[in-house]
């Protein structure tokens, strides 16, 4: 019983808007956001399975990732509640895709809520081990479920 790691890769465009950050992610401004999705299973033995040798068809992770993350999140703009119902609701009624999430939308922050949004929706044979941000050429967070027990 030998368990596998698989990942799938995706991305996604969004602009978010950091308050009060002292940099320039304080500006509404986009980035061209490649997440990584990583599970483990153990490789399907019946061999009557269409499955079979597989730890979770591709295809499912790709649906699932794809519903709950990527068709919500591309060309939003993701921004706090902490702008006030104001700005919020203007922006609402100029734009159709504005996000408001409960956080301050960082890498770290957006990853978080990922997690959550998919965790419920992978098979219970299937464990979530890591998800990977990458924001710019040269950053990235990533999220560890061992860093988490
Ligand atoms: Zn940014």
Redesign the pocket.
Known sequence: MTRIRITKEFRFEAA?V?KDYDGP?RNI?G?SYELSVTISGIPITDPSSPKKGMVMDFGILKKVVQKEIIDIFDHSLVISPAYGPEILDHMKKNFSNILVVPYQPTSENLLIDFVSRITSHLPENIRLISMKLR?TASSYAEWFENDNL
Do not use: M, R
């Open positions: 978010h950091l992610c401004h980035h924001e």
